[in-house]
């Protein structure tokens, strides 16, 4: 069977599939991404596709990879860059990599959270120009005592929260759309929206993108926020309008953000965003270490297997 990867896989996922002996593997090989027109080239005729985030899985890749296509395979937790009601229709299974990247994703959370509020990449480069002030140089805001939201309390916004808690946060309030029992391990408040923008000291974008979610983090949002508050959105960058973050963080109305998603990604290096001190902007690391990449190819090649085979998969998406 024919397999197409859109990216170099590591190591753990290679030594899989070609252990397998069941597939034929096509990988782009290179560190630039696969064009739109590389991508339904390779595709032509494949059994199966081992694809991340950045690929944009619609129609047009299905109907250059034909009726032989019966499983896609993605690097990633989230599957909005997959067509599903199309996918669904056309009979093709899904398998995604939830878990192995919780704990490496909130890592990145809470560095980026710091980050913001203690304003590194700030303080980084005034050593770098020899800069120095007086008492209140370079303050900026601290977790102890404070309180935080986290908006969709799923398994990365919980893996946040445990890791939070050694901090000496006093509240902490999570909003979704239902109350979750495991909250109770971290004394978490189930709250509307509304009041975890007006109470928290840091709010903590963890939900999926959907139709609900999509722009919600706007004007309206950040207008309720502290003025003291750090922003920060490891989601999907959708979910923030984006515009209206750049006016409530350089009007002051909140104090700052750490982004690891935008929109676009890659984000273009002349956005307004870029040119504010106080919004600290990642190219969507969060499960970026040499570890969980490892873990992710390889669950991602034991579900295209399981797939191709037509038989039970690791993780396979239920939609
Ligand atoms: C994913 O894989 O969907 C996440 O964005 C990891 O950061």
Redesign the pocket.
Known sequence: MKVFVTERLPEEGLRILTASGVCEVTMWDSDSNVTKAELLKGLDGVDGIICL?GDKIDPAVLDAAGPNLKVISTM???VDHLDLVEIKKRGIRVGH?PDV?TGA?AELAIALLLAAARRIPEGVEMVKRGERGGVLWMCGYGLSDSTVGIVGLGRIGFAIAQRLVPFGVKRLLYSGRTAKPQAAEVNGEFVPLDTLASESDFVVVTCPLTPETRGMCDEAFFSKMKPTAVFVN?S?GAVVNQEDLYEALSGGEIAAAGL??TTPEPFPTNHPLLSLTNCVVLP?I??ATYSTRGTMAALAAQNLLGGLQGADMPCELAF
Request: no cysteine; hydrophobic share 35%.
């Open positions: 985030l990633s937790v989230g990599t990247l994703t490891v999907r690891d998603v969507h969060g499960s």
